[in-house]
């Protein structure tokens, strides 16, 4: 059965860091394609950054560009999401998903994704 499972929230400080994990297990196929999403109180399910099986393409939301990095770790089959200056406005819920592919623009739609976790709350704020 596919899993997703998200780790890592919290609460923050402005100016703050975390470090959000996505593990995955009973994937029957190789191409494990991961994204991160976010989704804030009242607005739009938010793409902020996806990374490739062998994690050696990667991209980013504008508005997340230079203050969040996205690695993985195929052996633990854990992707990481470290995000450093935070600010309030990236106070959201944070979803990891999977795809069977992987293209630069993915990020940009949900639809692209298949299967979900079920999110971790970050909440910047002091």
């Known amino acids: 059965q596919l899993q997703l499972v998200e780790s890592g929230g919290g609460l923050v400080q402005p100016g703050g860091s975390l470090r959000l994990s996505c593990t995955f297990s009973g994937f029957s196929w190789d191409y494990v394609a991961i994204g991160w999403f976010r989704q804030a109180p009242g607005k739009e399910r938010e793409g902020i950054s996806c990374?490739?099986?062998?994690?050696?393409?990667?991209s980013y939301a504008d508005s997340v560009k230079g203050r969040f990095t996205i690695s993985r770790d195929n052996a633990k089959k854990t992707v990481y999401l470290q995000m450093n200056n935070l600010k309030p406005e990236d106070t959201a819920v944070y979803s990891c998903?999977?795809?069977?592919?992987?293209?630069?623009?993915?990020?940009?739609?949900?639809?692209?994704?298949?299967?979900w976790g079920q999110g971790t709350q970050v909440t910047v704020s002091s």
């Open positions: 990374i490739n099986n062998d994690g050696d393409r990667t």
């Open positions: 998903a999977h795809s069977r592919y992987y293209t630069q623009s993915m990020c940009t739609s949900d639809k692209n994704f298949a299967s």
